[in-house]
Nanobody, 114 residues
Framework: QVQLVESGGGLVQPGGSLTLSCAASGFSFNHSAMNWYRQAPGKERELVAGITSIGFRSYYLESARNRFIISRENAKSTVYLQLNSLTPEDTAVYFC???????WGKGAQVTVSS
């Protein structure tokens, strides 16, 4: 059974940090580029960051560059997204996605508020 389970979301003050994790199972994680998307209320889902299957290259949404860091541990079938210098505009549900197979997690809520 394919599973992508996000964790690490929560409420954080502006300027704070969070690290999201996505644990994968049921498919060949090591052979899939992985993405993090987010969807804010009333907005379309957008690609925030992506990383190749062996972590050699990464991509970032312009507004996330220099603030967010995507990484992966293939031995643990886990992809991470470190969120730094958070602003209220980063409030959204963050989803993990397998680029190769098209699988989605159920999402983790990140709320940035004072």
């Amino acid at each position: 059974q394919v599973q992508l389970v996000e964790s690490g979301g929560g409420l954080v003050q502006p300027g704070g940090s969070l690290t999201l994790s996505c644990a994968a199972s049921g498919f060949s994680f090591n052979h899939s580029a992985m993405n993090w998307y987010r969807q804010a209320p009333g907005k379309e889902r957008e690609l925030v960051a992506g990383i190749t299957s062996i972590g050699f290259r990464s991509y970032y949404l312009e507004s996330a560059r220099n603030r967010f860091i995507i990484s992966r541990e293939n031995a643990k079938s886990t992809v991470y997204l470190q969120l730094n210098s958070l602003t209220p505009e980063d409030t959204a549900v963050y989803f993990c996605h397998s680029a190769r197979f098209g699988y989605w997690g159920k999402g983790a809520q990140v709320t940035v508020s004072s």
